[in-house]
């Protein structure tokens, strides 16, 4: 089992940023690929980004393509989704999961969630 906390969300004015974390639990982190997902209010959580364990891989989302980064640092077992560029359409709970595996399709690990908000 890995725990998922994540931090780092809060209110955030267009066109600001803000750097969500996911500090993973457990001595295992590197053999889980890992992702960020949102949930904004009246909508179905939708994908926003992922990273393969060795960080060579990554997928985003068109939405968020050019604006938002992922990235890793296995020493600390930690994930990190570096959000640029925020728009009004970005508010949403963000939640951090994890997979065992680059190539298992299902998150069965989710964090709690982190509330974002951009003000237009």
């Known amino acids: 089992q890995v725990q998922l906390p994540e931090s780092g969300g809060g209110l955030v004015q267009a066109g600001g940023s803000l750097r969500l974390d996911c500090a993973a639990s457990?001595?295992?982190?590197?053999?889980?690929?890992m992702g960020w997902f949102r949930q904004a209010p009246g909508k179905e959580r939708e994908f926003v980004a992922s990273?393969?364990?060795?960080?060579?891989?990554?997928h985003y989302a068109d939405s968020v393509k050019g604006r938002f980064t992922i990235s890793r640092d296995n020493a600390k077992n930690t994930v990190y989704l570096q959000m640029n560029s925020l728009k009004s359409e970005d508010t949403a709970v963000y939640y951090c999961?994890?997979?065992?595996?680059?190539?298992?399709?299902?998150?069965?690990?989710w964090g709690q969630g982190t509330q974002v908000t951009v003000s237009s």
């Open positions: 999961a994890a997979k065992f595996g680059d190539y298992v399709v299902e998150y069965p690990y």
């Open positions: 457990g001595r295992t982190f590197s053999m889980y690929a």
């Open positions: 990273i393969s364990r060795s960080r060579s891989t990554t």
